[in-house]
């Protein structure tokens, strides 16, 4: 309670404040899933792996620029870009590509795949780049983690990607011992922007998101979940959007026209049924 008293001209005032606790919004309606376009790159290209085989590679565009512009031009309020090369190599490859699509883009953009020394976070973040995704190094050396997210905070997203559960590292082609689980559980209490989990064995399948797996690892954390790997209709939008998930990333659907974007996020708002109508009329 906080008691206040004054003057005024007809005479003397006294006002009692009580002062209430802030509390969080309760409930889910008002949460929107985020989507996120993915631009995967390889030799300055536009491609997608089926299942992280960097031997399973289709190109669907010559020009990354061009393709953040399309997904723009379509609704995207933000872009997942993957350094192919650079998560295999341990450095960033494709600069040039990601540096044509941010100037191109005008939305904010989140680069993941190489990103393993400081000197590179502070290229990227120069670049222009929003957030730096950063999944092998975090499991390698956790120390050198924590303190990035201290001098980056807000900046950095914790990409854990899994193979039946366990932590896969270097571009996928290794996976260690760690549950995906335990790895998120290592940074508690930091200030990370977000964690990215990726089920592997959904990825470029087009055959539905692990959504037991992703609602497990929203519910063990404490940061936004952001879900990836086998999103390919408006359906599997509005399941990972009950759970709520943060965001989800869609790739293989968009390039093949599984899913439009449009309807990606008309079912991130709810609006399964309006999509449905007016794309059939």
Same mark, same amino acid.
């Given at each position: 309670?906080?008691?206040?008293?004054?003057?005024?001209?007809?005479?003397?005032?006294?006002?009692?404040?009580?002062?209430?606790?802030?509390?969080?919004?309760?409930?889910?309606?008002?949460?929107?899933?985020?989507?996120?376009?993915?631009?995967?790159?390889?030799?300055?290209?536009?491609?997608?792996?089926?299942?992280?085989?960097?031997?399973?590679?289709?190109?669907?565009?010559?020009?990354?620029?061009?393709?953040?512009?399309?997904?723009?031009?379509?609704?995207?309020?933000?872009?997942? *870009? /993957?350094?192919?090369?650079? $998560? #295999? =190599? !341990? +450095?960033? @490859?494709?600069?040039?590509?990601?540096?044509?699509?941010?100037? &191109?883009?005008?939305?904010?953009?989140?680069?993941?795949?190489?990103?393993?020394?400081?000197?590179?976070?502070?290229?990227?973040?120069?670049?222009?780049?929003?957030?730096?995704?950063?999944?092998?190094?975090?499991?390698?050396?956790?120390?050198?983690?924590?303190?990035?997210?201290?001098?980056?905070?807000?900046? *950095? /997203?914790?990409?854990?990607? $899994? #193979? =039946? !559960? +366990?932590? @896969?590292?270097?571009?996928?082609?290794?996976?260690?011992?760690? &549950?995906?689980?335990?790895?998120?559980?290592?940074?508690?209490?930091?200030?990370?922007?977000?964690?990215?989990?990726?089920?592997?064995?959904?990825?470029?399948?087009?055959?539905?998101?692990?959504?037991?797996?992703?609602?497990?690892?929203?519910?063990?954390?404490?940061?936004?979940?952001?879900?990836?790997?086998?999103?390919?209709?408006?359906?599997?939008?509005?399941?990972?959007?009950?759970?709520?998930?943060?965001?989800?990333?869609?790739?293989?659907?968009?390039?093949?026209?599984?899913?439009?974007?449009?309807?990606?996020?008309?079912?991130?708002?709810?609006?399964?049924?309006?999509?449905?109508?007016?794309?059939?009329?």
């Amino acid at each position: 309670m906080r008691h206040f008293c004054g003057h005024l001209s007809g005479g003397r005032f006294c006002v009692i404040l009580r002062v209430l606790p802030l509390r969080p919004a309760t409930g889910r309606s008002s949460q929107r899933v985020e989507i996120w376009p993915a631009i995967d790159l390889r030799g300055g290209k536009c491609v997608r792996l089926q299942q992280g085989d960097y031997q399973q590679e289709t190109v669907f565009g010559e020009d990354p620029a061009a393709m953040a512009r399309h997904w723009v031009g379509l609704g995207a309020k933000c872009l997942h *870009l /993957v350094d192919l090369d650079g $998560a #295999r =190599d !341990g +450095r960033p @490859a494709n600069l040039r590509s990601v540096r044509a699509i941010v100037e &191109a883009a005008g939305v904010p953009c989140e680069l993941g795949g190489g990103v393993r020394n400081e000197e590179t976070i502070r290229e990227l973040i120069e670049l222009g780049l929003g957030r730096l995704v950063i999944g092998t190094l975090a499991l390698r050396e956790p120390d050198w983690f924590r303190r990035m997210c201290r001098k980056y905070p807000g900046q *950095l /997203v914790l990409g854990i990607d $899994a #193979r =039946d !559960g +366990r932590v @896969a590292t270097d571009g996928w082609l290794a996976t260690s011992d760690v &549950a995906a689980s335990e790895l998120a559980g290592r940074f508690a209490g930091e200030p990370i922007a977000a964690v990215i989990y990726t089920d592997i064995a959904a990825d470029g399948m087009m055959a539905g998101p692990n959504v037991a797996a992703m609602t497990a690892m929203r519910a063990a954390v404490e940061w936004p979940v952001v879900a990836s790997g086998g999103v390919t209709t408006r359906a599997d939008v509005a399941r990972l959007a009950a759970v709520p998930m943060a965001g989800c990333i869609i790739g293989r659907a968009l390039y093949e026209g599984t899913l439009t974007l449009p309807e990606a996020l008309a079912a991130a708002e709810g609006k399964i049924e309006k999509c449905k109508l007016k794309i059939e009329n």
